[in-house]
C-alpha cells in the first residue's frame, strides 16, 4: 500500500487498531477491534466517528461576488436546483454526462457568498476538472486541502458534538454552519450516509488529531470504518458512486428524479440546461426501462453485486442484476439493491436471483429498510 495516500487521521487509526485498507487511492480503516457488526450496531443505538477525508471538499467563489452567479454556472452541470438554495442548506445533487448518466453524486451548501462542495474520492480529480473547464469564467474552484473531514452519527451526536459547540442542537437536516470553536472554525452540516441523524464535520487538518480524540471522549463515540459505514447506507437505502450509479445509470433509472426539482423539469422555469438533459427529462415524463429498487433475499443468505435477477425460477435470460448487497445488522436479515425491468420494479413483486447456479427467490422492496432518523 505504499503508493496510497493517507489522511491526517492515518495515525490516530493505526493507534486504535484499525485495520487499514485501499480504497479510492487511500489506505482507509475498514474495521476496529469493535467489529464491522457491533460498529453498525454502536452507529444505530449511540454514535459513530468516520473518517470521510478522503473525500473532495471544493468552494466555488463567485467573481462577480454574487452567490447567485455561482448557483446558475453549477446549474449548467447539475439537473438538481441551486438557485433556490437558501444561505445556510444543502442539497443533493449530481453531475450528469451528455449521454444522462451520473459522473458523481455530491453535497452543494450555499454559504452566503460562495458554494462548498463535497464530492467522492475516486471521482474528484475528475470532478474538479469538470468544474474548471465549464466554470472557470464565472467562478474560481478551489479545492480545499489543509481540511480533514469526519462524520459523526447517530442518536448520540448531537450531545457528542454539542459538548464542543452548542450550535449543534439548533441545526435541522441539511443546515449548514460555520461554527467557531477550540479547534478553530468548524464548517458543519447536519447530514450524512448512515440514515442516523448526525453530522459532516470539516476541520482544520493541524487539530484533526485532538478534535477526534475530543469527539472520542464523549459518551457513547466509537470510531467506525468502511464497513460499517457500507452496510449502514445500504439499510438507509443510499447509493455508492461505482457500485449503484455510475457513468451508464441516469438519476431517473436510479430512482433519484427526487432529487430533481420542478424548476429544473419540463415546463419549469430553468428546465434543462444540462448534460444529458434531452434523456433526462424524457425519462421523468416518459419513465425508463429499469429502474433501482430495494430487494430482500428469502433466507439468511446476502446476494451481492454482480448477482444476476431473473423474472422468474426458469426464466433463461436475466432482467437485472444486484449492485449492492450484505447482511443488514438492524434489521436482521440480509437486503440488496439493484436494477431490475421497470414491471418487476413494484414494491412485493417475486423475482429470482441465481447464487452458485440456483434460483433462489426474493422480493422487491420499498427502501430505506430501515426508517430513517434525520432531524427535520
Same mark, same amino acid.
Request: hydrophobic share 40%.
Given at each position: 500500500?505504499?503508493?496510497?495516500?493517507?489522511?491526517?487521521?492515518?495515525?490516530?487509526?493505526? &493507534?486504535?487498531?484499525?485495520?487499514?485498507?485501499?480504497?479510492?487511492?487511500?489506505?482507509?480503516?475498514?474495521?476496529?477491534?469493535?467489529?464491522?457488526?457491533?460498529?453498525?450496531?454502536?452507529?444505530?443505538?449511540?454514535?459513530?466517528?468516520?473518517?470521510?477525508?478522503?473525500?473532495?471538499?471544493?468552494?466555488?467563489?463567485?467573481?462577480?461576488?454574487?452567490?447567485?452567479?455561482?448557483?446558475?454556472?453549477?446549474?449548467?452541470?447539475?439537473?438538481?436546483?441551486?438557485?433556490?438554495?437558501?444561505?445556510?442548506?444543502?442539497?443533493?445533487?449530481?453531475?450528469?454526462?451528455?449521454?444522462?448518466?451520473?459522473?458523481?453524486?455530491?453535497?452543494?451548501?450555499?454559504?452566503?457568498?460562495?458554494?462548498?462542495?463535497?464530492?467522492?474520492?475516486?471521482?474528484?480529480?475528475?470532478?474538479?476538472?469538470?468544474?474548471?473547464?465549464?466554470?472557470?469564467?464565472?467562478?474560481?474552484?478551489?479545492?480545499?486541502?489543509?481540511?480533514?473531514?469526519?462524520?459523526?452519527?447517530?442518536?448520540?451526536?448531537?450531545?457528542?458534538?454539542?459538548?464542543?459547540?452548542?450550535?449543534?442542537? &439548533?441545526?435541522?437536516?441539511?443546515?449548514?454552519?460555520?461554527?467557531?470553536?477550540?479547534?478553530?472554525?468548524?464548517?458543519?452540516?447536519?447530514?450524512?450516509?448512515?440514515?442516523?441523524?448526525?453530522?459532516?464535520?470539516?476541520?482544520?487538518?493541524?487539530?484533526?488529531?485532538?478534535?477526534?480524540?475530543?469527539?472520542?471522549?464523549?459518551?457513547?463515540?466509537?470510531?467506525?470504518?468502511?464497513?460499517?459505514?457500507?452496510?449502514?447506507?445500504?439499510?438507509?437505502?443510499?447509493?455508492?458512486?461505482?457500485?449503484?450509479?455510475?457513468?451508464?445509470?441516469?438519476?431517473? &433509472?436510479?430512482?433519484?428524479?427526487?432529487?430533481?426539482?420542478?424548476?429544473?423539469?419540463?415546463?419549469?422555469?430553468?428546465?434543462?440546461?444540462?448534460?444529458?438533459?434531452?434523456?433526462?427529462?424524457?425519462?421523468?415524463?416518459?419513465?425508463?426501462?429499469?429502474?433501482?429498487?430495494?430487494?430482500?433475499?428469502?433466507?439468511?443468505?446476502?446476494?451481492?453485486?454482480?448477482?444476476?435477477?431473473?423474472?422468474?425460477?426458469?426464466?433463461?435470460?436475466?432482467?437485472?442484476?444486484?449492485?449492492?448487497?450484505?447482511?443488514?445488522?438492524?434489521?436482521?436479515?440480509?437486503?440488496?439493491?439493484?436494477?431490475?425491468?421497470?414491471?418487476?420494479?413494484?414494491?412485493?413483486?417475486?423475482?429470482?436471483?441465481?447464487?452458485?447456479?440456483?434460483?433462489?427467490?426474493?422480493?422487491?422492496?420499498?427502501?430505506?429498510?430501515?426508517?430513517?432518523?434525520?432531524?427535520?
Amino acid at each position: 500500500m505504499s503508493d496510497l495516500k493517507r489522511t491526517q487521521l492515518f495515525d490516530l487509526h493505526v &493507534e486504535l487498531g484499525a485495520k487499514m485498507v485501499p480504497f479510492a487511492g487511500y489506505e482507509m480503516p475498514v474495521q476496529y477491534p469493535l467489529g464491522v457488526m457491533k460498529e453498525h450496531i454502536h452507529t444505530r443505538e449511540n454514535a459513530g466517528l468516520f473518517d470521510v477525508s478522503h473525500m473532495g471538499q471544493v468552494i466555488v467563489r463567485p467573481k462577480s461576488g454574487n452567490v447567485a452567479d455561482a448557483a446558475l454556472a453549477l446549474e449548467t452541470l447539475v439537473p438538481v436546483s441551486i438557485s433556490a438554495l437558501k444561505e445556510g442548506r444543502q442539497r443533493y445533487g449530481m453531475f450528469t454526462n451528455d449521454d444522462g448518466g451520473i459522473m458523481d453524486d455530491l453535497m452543494i451548501a450555499n454559504r452566503g457568498d460562495q458554494l462548498f462542495v463535497v464530492v467522492n474520492a475516486a471521482c474528484k480529480g475528475a470532478d474538479i476538472a469538470h468544474m474548471r473547464a465549464h466554470m472557470s469564467d464565472q467562478c474560481d474552484i478551489d479545492v480545499i486541502e489543509d481540511r480533514a473531514l469526519l462524520a459523526l452519527q447517530g442518536p448520540l451526536a448531537e450531545a457528542a458534538l454539542a459538548s464542543i459547540t452548542s450550535v449543534a442542537t &439548533e441545526m435541522k437536516f441539511m443546515d449548514v454552519v460555520i461554527a467557531p470553536s477550540d479547534f478553530g472554525d468548524l464548517w458543519i452540516s447536519r447530514s450524512g450516509y448512515t440514515g442516523e441523524d448526525g453530522y459532516e464535520i470539516s476541520v482544520a487538518q493541524d487539530q484533526a488529531i485532538a478534535f477526534s480524540r475530543a469527539l472520542l471522549a464523549q459518551n457513547g463515540v466509537q470510531p467506525i470504518g468502511l464497513g460499517a459505514r457500507d452496510s449502514l447506507r445500504l439499510e438507509a437505502g443510499l447509493c455508492l458512486y461505482g457500485n449503484d450509479i455510475d457513468e451508464t445509470t441516469s438519476p431517473v &433509472e436510479a430512482s433519484l428524479h427526487w432529487a430533481i426539482q420542478k424548476a429544473r423539469r419540463a415546463g419549469g422555469d430553468r428546465a434543462g440546461g444540462f448534460p444529458g438533459a434531452d434523456r433526462i427529462l424524457k425519462e421523468l415524463e416518459n419513465g425508463t426501462s429499469r429502474l433501482r429498487v430495494g430487494i430482500l433475499p428469502d433466507g439468511r443468505a446476502p446476494m451481492r453485486a454482480h448477482t444476476m435477477l431473473f423474472a422468474s425460477a426458469d426464466a433463461t435470460e436475466p432482467m437485472g442484476e444486484i449492485t449492492s448487497g450484505a447482511f443488514g445488522p438492524t434489521i436482521g436479515k440480509p437486503m440488496s439493491m439493484g436494477y431490475v425491468a421497470s414491471e418487476y420494479a413494484a414494491s412485493g413483486t417475486r423475482i429470482f436471483a441465481e447464487l452458485r447456479g440456483k434460483r433462489m427467490p426474493a422480493t422487491v422492496a420499498d427502501m430505506p429498510f430501515r426508517p430513517s432518523t434525520y432531524k427535520r
